[in-house]
């Protein structure tokens, strides 16, 4: 699995677009992107995944460049309550383990 | 939430003890990874079942072992029990085709004293 290298803090402010960076220059042909979140040590919790294309849903948008070595998390309109750590991970598909790396702390002030 | 569970929420052991952490899983989804959690880092991915069979296990030692059952629900062993087995355990869920989104329980929070 693609090793990924996050900033270790952001912070961003109320109402204001969170852009979160993930690196992953080693991606394979086959492995997915995969962003999760974790909030005071309860589980994490799923964001949004893609292989290539840019995919949105109701909590965040990904983007992925074209060479798909890197892409950026967009919380739209960030909240308090999106204060956590979030993982950029990178992960064959079937049977694939999870590799969590520090992620990064982003801080949300109003 | 994700219709995953997990029990007991806290566990205090003492060391050279056994203990038995409980996964359930979310409905239609047959296979369960744990992790482990230590204070300060990520997750990391201990072993994953499917179909009843161990499938993939990350670097710990034998002492950790588990179950998963016809209900896809699964268990998680440690024995002999060390201080450093303190940690945050966390079980996801997942069902076995071309996405596989792991989902993830509240996690089990045990210290080893």
């Known amino acids: 699995d693609a090793k990924t290298t996050q900033p270790t803090s952001m912070d961003c402010a109320e109402g204001r677009a969170a852009n979160l960076p993930c690196n992953h220059s080693t991606i394979s042909g086959n492995e997915y992107v995969y962003w999760y979140r974790q909030i005071h040590s309860q589980g994490p919790q799923y964001i949004i995944h893609?292989?290539?294309n840019n995919e949105t849903n109701e909590m965040a948008s990904l983007i992925i460049t074209e060479d798909r070595k890197s892409s950026t998390l967009i919380l739209p309109h960030a909240t308090l309550r999106d204060t956590a750590v979030y993982y950029c991970i990178v992960r064959v598909v079937v049977g694939g383990k999870l590799i969590f790396g520090q992620g990064t702390e982003l801080s949300v002030k109003p | 939430e994700t219709g995953v569970t997990q029990s007991p929420t806290h566990l205090i052991k003492t060391r050279g003890q056994q203990v038995t952490l409980r996964c359930s899983s979310q409905?239609?989804?047959?296979?369960v990874s744990w992790y482990q959690q230590a204070l300060g880092q990520g997750p990391q991915f201990i072993f994953q079942y499917y179909r009843e069979e161990e499938n993939g296990r990350g670097n710990f030692p034998p002492r950790f072992s588990g179950l998963q059952f016809p209900n896809y629900s699964s268990e998680l062993n440690v024995n002999a029990l060390e201080l450093d087995d303190s940690a945050l355990y966390l079980c996801a869920s997942s069902r076995r085709d071309s996405q596989e989104t792991q989902y993830f329980g509240p996690g089990t929070r045990l210290l080893v004293l």
């Open positions: 409905s239609g989804h047959n296979t």
């Open positions: 893609g292989l290539k």
